[in-house]
């Protein structure tokens, strides 16, 4: 018998959609519950917070030119699957492509293993140039693999705040800060000012037309794009940016943070982007996060990503490869190059949060 094919949803099918991403436990439910845990005791709540995640997420995102990248699977009425792009435009070697990030991806239990997640999948990796999926389960990547996926990982460096050691060790605090004073950056008079922001302006695409052609593989990240990943974000996530400029007032970068509360404080760089040769811009916005994180009482700090030129300035800065990654997988047409790529991917530039 051959599966029902998907079929675009529609705003009337979203109350459905959020009953089944709350049976499921769906990774949506499980980020509001982290948010306000209160809302799995009140239904209801949960179900309208559900749907504008949705609305926002397929309705609201500049990059569908109003046309939702939302599928759903019926069975003799009954709503059993659904599957989402996310729409942006990747730049790969000096030329911009249509891309989509797989999101949401979901199968109720009693029919999985039955094909029904096929016509989904078909159904988005055919949209676009380019396909990505991340993060994807070990399972995931290994399918991906078989249909001829082109499989990353995504590094998460952590560093080790001396908030986190010193209720409990004072020997390895006392080591910590030893090691902070020798890799701290020795700042001169031309130090940048850095001060956040609540959206961003008309102002940072001028500084990403400016920085672009220094990227082989990177997400437009214009002003619709950032301000609807991490402004207008429902439900709100509480990221925090801050923009640096130089003596004469021009951007030379952006860092976007995130503060998680837990048995171990964490402090999340979730996006930093600055010209890959301008180190100094680098290593001064990861020295800012460091002393904001340390006064905001964090015990770690996280940052994922792939980028190969981050790598050794973060090393420098006292993180250390946590020898955990995300993995994720690309789905390239054979006309687009795909030789020497450095790609630049982020914990957040998929539907991660």
């Keep these: ?50 749907k504008k995640h949705l609305m926002w997420k397929f309705d609201e995102n500049p990059k569908n030119k109003g ?28 030329k911009y492509y249509s891309a989509g990030w797989g999101a ?27 396909y990505m999926s991340y993060p994807s389960s070990k399972i995931a990547s290994k399918i991906y693999k078989k249909m001829n996926g082109k499989p990353f990982n995504v590094p998460i460096y952590i560093k080790i705040l001396n908030n986190f050691v010193k209720k409990r060790n004072k020997f390895l605090n006392s080591i910590l800060c030893l090691i902070d004073f020798f890799i701290q950056t020795k700042h001169d008079k031309n130090r940048l000012a850095i001060k956040r922001v609540n959206r961003f302006d008309e102002e940072i695409n001028k500084f990403w037309d400016k920085i ?47 503060k998680i509360k837990s048995d171990i404080s964490q402090g999340l760089i979730c996006d930093l982007l600055a010209d890959p040769g301008d180190t100094f811009t680098i290593n001064e916005l990861l020295d800012f996060a460091v002393s904001y994180f340390k006064e905001c009482k964090m015990g770690v700090i996280i940052f994922s990503t792939s980028f190969k ?20 997988s690309i789905f390239i047409k054979n006309n687009i190059p795909q030789s020497g790529l450095d790609l630049f991917i982020n914990s957040t530039d998929s539907d991660g949060t």
């Design 104 to 130: 949401n991806l979901l199968v109720k239990k009693k029919y999985r293993g039955k094909g029904f997640s096929k016509p989904l999948n078909k159904k988005r990796m055919a949209y676009f140039d380019i």
């Design 212 to 258: 672009e052609k220094n990227f082989n593989f990177i997400v437009k990240r214009d002003m619709d794009y950032l301000n609807w990943k991490y402004v207008d974000i429902k439900p709100d996530i509480n990221y925090e940016i801050f923009i640096a400029r130089d003596k004469k007032g021009d951007i030379t970068g952006y860092i976007i943070l995130r």
């Design 1 to 50: 018998m051959e599966s029902p094919l998907p079929i675009n949803a529609a705003v009337q099918d979203y109350e459905k959609i959020a009953e089944m991403i709350i049976n499921s436990r769906g990774a949506i439910s499980r980020l509001i519950n982290r948010r306000n845990p209160g809302l799995y005791s009140d239904k209801q709540k949960l179900v309208s917070a559900l």
């Design 67 to 94: 046309q939702k990248k939302l599928w759903i699977i019926r069975k003799g009425g009954e709503l059993i699957g659904m599957a989402g792009l996310l729409p942006v435009k990747l730049k790969v070697k000096g």
């Design 309 to 328: 030129k981050y790598k050794k300035i973060l090393i420098k800065k006292g993180f250390i490869y946590s020898f955990k990654k995300h993995r994720g």
